[in-house]
């Protein structure tokens, strides 16, 4: 009887070995970041930070922090956005969201462009290219 009971454990334990090698564990859901809002200062002269690299969904907010008779522009250079001059009182705000990853979009004050060369660059997604040297 006592071999008996003996097989009957290792037999039990073989089993639900064999069993549990085949068992996956749940696994948790890779977590999924809520979409972000990445400030833009708008300067005299200048964007700061000048380029910005975001996820996929996230939104740039462009806010006037210069002065306000400077007639600031936030314009892409291949049309997806322009703030027209809506720039008149500190703390303006302009804001788009970009969903292409892997895209690069460069953009400039059209008043201040030729004369500052004020621009700047949004990188979406870890594969975005980065601005052309001296953009």
Known sequence: MHRSRWF???F???VLAACGSSYKSPTSPTPVSSPQVVVVGVEDDQFVP???????GDTVRWVLM???NAGHTVTAEDGSFDSGKIFTQSGAVFE???SQAGKTTMYHCQT???CCHMQGAV???QNAPTPAPGY
């Open 50 to 56: 000048k380029d910005v690299s975001i996820n996929p």
């Open 66 to 68: 210069g002065s306000a």
């Open 112 to 114: 201040h462009y030729i």
């Open 12 to 14: 039990a334990s073989v």
């Open 8 to 10: 009957a454990l290792a």
């Open 96 to 98: 788009h969201t970009f």
């Open 123 to 125: 990188q979406v997604g």
